[in-house]
């Protein structure tokens, strides 16, 4: 037996979230809108002369030391991976993503407060078919003592992590997941993004985390979690697939594949999307 075509799908109305910036700790308000079949992802800067208009791509990424910042057109947007993660643990195809500051509300560090707006959003089936990516060779990137790796793989998007610090709080974690609207919804976008204590500090110096906060992320502490409680025993590498999902919409469409990733970050995550995009003849 054949599977269904899927069809794609967009938002059915316009929903927003306001709140301030995790690095920048700048006001912002986001607005979610539906988008045309084939339409993708798009942001666009509405508080800025002619709203500039940013196509989240491997190849428009200007940094991602922190978070994922995209730019174009003499506009940028930080901190793009959990807006992206929730698009796509939902399995919306089209959104244009609309911002009047340059960094999307941090909420509660998760992807969750995305996903609660874009269901009471709606939903709309599209008139074309979904459009997957599917490598039909492995594919290999490094990035410092970051691997990942691409494999082949037919069904939905699998996902293996891997993260390892040299902490006595947080050791080693993994997790699989396997890309599903409901196992999204209550295993990944509830996970929260986390630092170090000792980084903070250093953050901050550095003119990060402005907008920082137990409220917003989980603090790790030399002995303990200094918030009160996790979300889930694995909260972390949780996190880390929560990223890897925004970051892989970066190449351009939904993939049909495995990633295994070995104590990567946004760097690895953008650099592997960017290889797959040259390597497809995608990317310059
Ligand atoms: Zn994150």
Redesign the pocket.
């Known amino acids: 037996m054949s599977n269904p075509v899927e069809q794609q799908n967009s938002i059915a109305r316009p929903v927003g979230i306001r709140g301030i910036g995790l690095h920048t700790g700048d006001d912002c308000r986001l607005t979610f809108l539906p988008a045309e079949a084939d339409a993708g992802y798009l942001f666009r800067r509405v508080d800025l002369p002619g709203k500039p208009e940013i196509r989240p791509l491997a190849e428009n990424v200007t940094d991602t030391s922190r ?1 994922t910042t995209i730019a174009a057109d003499g506009a940028e947007v930080h901190t793009v ?2 807006i992206l993660s929730a698009l796509s643990g939902l399995g919306i195809d089209n959104a244009v993503i609309e911002l009047d500051n340059h960094e999307p509300p941090v909420v509660d ?1 998760s992807s969750r407060p995305f996903v609660g707006v874009l269901r009471e959003a709606g939903r709309v089936t599209q008139d074309a078919p979904r459009r997957y990516l599917v490598p039909e060779e492995p594919l290999v990137y490094s990035s410092g003592t970051a691997q990942m790796m691409l494999i082949p793989a037919p069904g939905p998007l699998r996902l293996s992590f891997a993260l390892h610090f040299d902490h006595p709080v947080l050791r080693s974690q993994y997790r699989e997941f396997v890309l599903d609207e409901q196992r999204y919804t209550e295993e990944i976008a509830p996970a929260r ?1 986390f630092c170090f204590l000792h980084e903070v500090s250093l953050l901050r110096k550095a003119g990060l985390i402005k907008g920082g906060s137990l409220d917003c992320a989980v603090v790790i502490g030399d002995e303990e979690v200094l918030n009160d409680n996790l979300r889930y025993a694995d909260e972390f590498v949780r ?1 880390k697939l ?2 890897l999902i ?1 970051d892989l919409t970066l190449i351009g469409a939904p993939l049909r594949a495995q990633v295994v990733s070995l104590k990567g970050g946004h760097t690895a995550n953008v650099g592997l999307a960017l290889a797959l995009r040259r390597r497809l003849g995608l990317a310059a």
Request: hydrophobic residues 10%.
């Open positions: 978070g991976e959990h560090g993004t996190h929560l990223d925004g």
